[in-house]
T-cell receptor, first 116, second 109 residues
Framework: SAVISQKPSRDICQRGTSLTIQCQVD?????MFWYRQQPGQSLTLIAT?????????ESGFVIDKFPISRPNLTFSTLTVSNMSPEDSSIYLC?????????????FGDGTRLSIL | LAKTTQPISMDSYEGQEVNITCSHN???????ITWYQQFPSQGPRFIIQ???TKVTNEVASLFIPADRKSSTLSLPRVSLSDTAVYYC??????????FGSGTQLTVLP
């Protein structure tokens, strides 16, 4: 299965600032996703990162707050903009090697973000 | 939007078989059922996936009845290291990657 590296693994940020999280995969993958997991909670899908086009956002998430880039088939970034304490969470990227959403996902270990 | 329901928590003892059931009444025809395991400070890890009947791999079995409205993850002879949160997920088309609340399995010595 694909090896997924996320950077940074954790960070503490000031209110009002922005942070960009990187997701690097060791092989080309068809689909990449970004999730948020608040402490003790389940995972919530933020968006699907589309290579060469704008990301597809889920209800409740907007591009201005969570801009996403995917310049190629092995890399994506998620930016958390104008952060507030409510953005304190774990952000995870996942990848799917096949072409269908029914294919198993493989996850990175996440970025633990705390906002002061 | 497909939604899954699982027990919030389960306790078991080492060496026992554990069965975790997930309800997915609105599963779509093209959806598969996938189970993940998550340890603290790690991302979820794929365990097993199935569409119907029974699937078995080296770590678990997945039982899916004919109506596919539920599924049961079976972990044979659990050990302390199986203590984790287990999620089921139904997916097969865009915008259906919805994780349920997960089941916290605690294996006791």
């Amino acid at each position: 299965s694909a090896v997924i590296s996320q950077k940074p693994s954790r960070d503490i940020c000031q209110r009002g600032t922005s942070l960009t999280i990187q997701c690097q995969v060791d092989s080309q993958v068809t689909m990449m996703f970004w999730y948020r997991q608040q402490p003790g909670q389940s995972l919530t899908l933020i968006a699907t990162a589309n290579q060469g086009s704008e990301a597809t956002y889920e209800s409740g998430f907007v591009i201005d707050k969570f801009p996403i880039s995917r310049p190629n088939l092995t890399f994506s970034t998620l930016t958390v903009s104008n952060m507030s304490p409510e953005d304190s969470s774990i952000y995870l990227c996942s990848v799917v090697g096949g072409t269908g959403f029914n294919q198993p996902q493989h996850f990175g270990d996440g970025t633990r973000l705390s906002i002061l | 939007l497909a939604k899954t329901t699982q027990p919030i928590s389960m306790d078991s003892y080492e060496g026992q078989e554990v069965n975790i059931t997930c309800s997915h009444n609105n599963i779509a025809t093209n959806d598969y059922i996938t189970w993940y395991q998550q340890f603290p400070s790690q991302g979820p890890r794929f365990i097993i996936q199935g569409y119907k009947t029974k699937v078995t791999n080296e770590v678990a079995s997945l039982f899916i009845p004919a109506d596919r409205k539920s599924s049961t993850l079976s972990l044979p002879r659990v050990s302390l290291s199986d203590t984790a949160v287990y999620y089921c997920l139904t997916s097969g088309s865009a915008r259906q990657l919805t994780f349920g609340s997960g089941t916290q399995l605690t294996v006791l010595p």
